[in-house]
T-cell receptor
Framework: KNEVEQSPQNLTAQEGEFITINCSYS?????LHWLQQHPGGGIVSLFM???GKKKHGRLIATINIQEKHSSLHITASHPRDSAVYIC?????????????FGKGTKLSVKP | DAGVTQSPTHLIKTRGQQVTLRCSPK?????VSWYQQALGQGPQFIFQ???????QRGNFPDRFSGHQFPNYSSELNVNALLLGDSALYLC?????????????FGSGTRLTVV
């Protein structure tokens, strides 16, 4: 069974700051998901990546398969980025089947 | 292109009752997974359906059952509701034949058991 650890658990930033959220997992995988959840809301998929780096707007996700580690970066953070960010990996290491979720990082960006 | 659609969005039930939640997967997706997210916790896997059969199951009691229809839509049924079943229930769809194409999540159904 895969295990996922995220850090930090809580993060408060000022608008405009560069944000980094980290995720480590225990079993080798072929893909990792970064997800966003606003309070009381459903989950939105931000990235699914299997190697290297992906960028979407101000969001950048990187993964190091050998180190079993991924990071989510937010450049020029904005109050609307305030949400819980969750990384998730396949439970049995493959790319299908059920996902195991980290406990999430609660981000609050102050104006 | 519609994503994953879940209904209803909110639901209040009484302890002991039964509830059915519904999920329509994203177009082109044939696999549906259900998750339970208690307040302040990460989602927990309930089960996954493919070709109208339960393909995998998490650590949930038999009170939780499901079904998948020929059009790939799915239902989650919970019998004999307990207060602890109050949670956000998330549905996710994916294409089994393209394992790196990933998941699409619905917005969830918030179930409150009173």
């Amino acid at each position: 069974k895969n295990e996922v650890e995220q850090s930090p658990q809580n993060l408060t930033a000022q608008e405009g700051e560069f944000i980094t959220i980290n995720c480590s997992y225990s079993v080798g995988i072929s893909a990792l998901h970064w997800l966003q959840q606003h309070p009381g809301g459903g989950i939105v998929s931000l990235f699914m990546l299997s190697s290297g780096k992906k960028k979407h707007g101000r969001l950048i996700a990187t993964i190091n398969i050998q180190e079993k580690h991924s990071s989510l970066h937010i450049t020029a953070s904005h109050p609307r980025d305030s949400a819980v960010y969750i990384c998730a990996v396949p439970n049995y290491g493959g790319s299908q089947g059920n996902l195991i979720f980290g406990k999430g990082t609660k981000l609050s960006v102050k104006p | 292109d519609a994503g994953v659609t879940q209904s209803p969005t909110h639901l209040i039930k009484t302890r002991g009752q039964q509830v059915t939640l519904r999920c329509s997967p994203k177009s082109g997706h044939d696999t549906v997974s259900w998750y339970q997210q208690a307040l302040g916790q990460g989602p927990q896997f309930i089960f996954q359906y493919y070709e109208e059969e339960e393909r995998q199951r998490g650590n949930f009691p038999d009170r939780f059952s499901g079904h998948q229809f020929p059009n790939y839509s799915s239902e989650l049924n919970v019998n004999a509701l307990l207060l602890g079943d109050s949670a956000l229930y998330l549905c996710a769809s994916s294409p089994l034949a393209r394992p790196n194409y990933g998941y699409t999540f619905g917005s969830g159904t918030r179930l409150t058991v009173v």
